[in-house]
């Protein structure tokens, strides 16, 4: 692969992440137009033995950022655990046919077939990083959204998953207590 680049939007709260990221990728695009260069979101362009692309997604909520947050952080890893296989099919348009040729246990990545997360883990499906486990308060990175994931479905899932256990509205939830980077 010619190369690869890496870059951040966020933090925003709730879902305005899916905004700032489809915006920044229209201006990637016409940049690179004008320069003549392709770009492409697909996480795994060319097979080989590389570790892909991803949109990895920092999550946190007013409770994990606060003095003994950890514990927020780690209830939310269960109900994660629990629902892995959804996250995987909304974390890529393809409904998981893209990450399944990226997270393949290689690379910096975890299987695809199962869902662990560690602190400074760069293996795990979730990485916790170094300096927030020995704060005990902040956020964790959700390292499964494919490079080529719609933000809006990212941040729709992790919110079913974290506050609304499928069960209740929407409207029930302050999007304002949620910031999301990716």
Request: net charge negative; with cysteine.
């Given at each position: 692969?010619?190369?690869?680049?890496?870059?951040?939007?966020?933090?925003?709260?709730?879902?305005?992440?899916g905004?700032?990221?489809?915006?920044?990728?229209?201006?990637?695009?016409?940049?690179?137009?004008?320069?003549?260069?392709?770009?492409n979101?697909?996480?795994?362009?060319?097979?080989?033995?590389?570790?892909?692309?991803?949109?990895?997604?920092?999550?946190?909520?007013?409770?994990?950022?606060?003095?003994?947050?950890?514990?927020?952080?780690?209830?939310?890893?269960?109900?994660?655990?629990?629902?892995?296989?959804?996250?995987i099919?909304?974390?890529?348009?393809?409904?998981?046919?893209?990450?399944?040729?990226?997270?393949?246990?290689?690379?910096?990545?975890?299987?695809?077939?199962?869902?662990?997360?560690?602190v400074?883990?760069?293996g795990?499906?979730?990485?916790?990083?170094?300096?927030?486990?020995?704060?005990?308060?902040?956020?964790?990175?959700?390292?499964?959204?494919?490079?080529?994931?719609?933000?809006y479905?990212?941040?729709?899932?992790?919110?079913?998953?974290?506050?609304?256990?499928?069960?209740?509205?929407?409207?029930?939830?302050?999007?304002?207590?949620?910031?999301?980077?990716?």
């Amino acid at each position: 692969m010619p190369s690869q680049w890496e870059y951040q939007v966020g933090p925003c709260e709730g879902i305005e992440m899916g905004d700032h990221l489809w915006v920044s990728r229209w201006i990637l695009c016409r940049v690179a137009e004008e320069f003549n260069i392709n770009v492409n979101f697909d996480p795994k362009p060319m097979e080989g033995d590389w570790n892909g692309a991803g949109c990895h997604t920092n999550i946190s909520t007013k409770d994990m950022r606060a003095a003994g947050g950890l514990k927020h952080i780690e209830a939310a890893m269960a109900k994660f655990e629990l629902k892995h296989d959804e996250h995987i099919k909304a974390y890529d348009p393809n409904g998981g046919a893209d990450n399944a040729r990226r997270l393949t246990g290689r690379h910096e990545t975890a299987s695809i077939k199962e869902f662990k997360y560690g602190v400074a883990d760069r293996g795990a499906s979730v990485r916790i990083p170094r300096h927030v486990a020995a704060l005990g308060y902040g956020y964790f990175e959700d390292r499964r959204p494919s490079s080529n994931s719609d933000p809006y479905d990212v941040t729709s899932r992790i919110v079913k998953t974290m506050f609304l256990e499928e069960t209740k509205p929407p409207a029930m939830v302050d999007t304002n207590e949620i910031t999301i980077e990716c």
